[in-house]
């Protein structure tokens, strides 16, 4: 048996490590800062519309919408993460994620790009640099043209709000 052939294993082994090597991103705005959510976790991008409060929310929370049958919980980021509620108009957008077996929506100022990352090219978060439920649920910071985009870790960030109340 000739074992001249090239080894395609090798090869596709090769090329997983590079894929794995990149992430992609869709990162928005919330004010001036802005955040990123690994891709595979965003379901969809959709405009801002009323949501129907609950009692005793956290103060974060905006209330819930359906969402084709399904019941989203939506909050509000910005709130979340120390400031004032947005007064959120028609131009704001709740990106709908998945956190687990649950979808969550996230009221932001609005979507931003996609992004691809090198994952050699993330930075650790310095420390001391914001609130520490901010701080706690970013997972690193990348560089994307002129500004620095904050990576969220959406699983930190909603267990940490699960604490506080049911998402």
């Not at 028609?90 to 077996?101: F, S």
Request: glycine share 4%.
């Amino acid at each position: 048996m000739n074992d001249m052939s090239p080894d395609v294993t090798t090869d596709a082994m090769v090329e997983d490590r590079s894929i794995a090597r990149y992430k992609q991103y869709v990162t928005f705005l919330v004010g001036d800062r802005s955040y990123g959510v690994d891709i595979v976790r965003v379901r969809e991008i959709k405009q801002w519309s009323p949501t129907t409060a609950l009692p005793n929310q956290t103060p974060y929370m905006r209330g819930v919408l359906n969402l084709r049958g399904t019941v989203v919980p939506v909050h509000d980021l910005r709130a979340r993460f120390g400031d004032d509620l947005t007064e959120a108009t028609e131009n704001h957008v709740v990106v709908i994620a998945w956190v687990g077996d649950q979808t969550i929506g996230i009221l932001v100022d609005a979507v931003s790009d996609i992004i691809t990352v090198d994952c050699e090219e993330i930075r650790a978060v310095p420390p001391n640099t914001a609130s520490s439920d901010e701080i706690s649920s970013i997972s690193g910071l990348v560089s994307n043209d002129d500004e620095m985009v904050a990576l969220i870790d959406l699983d930190v960030l909603f267990a940490m709000s699960n604490s506080d109340a049911e998402i």
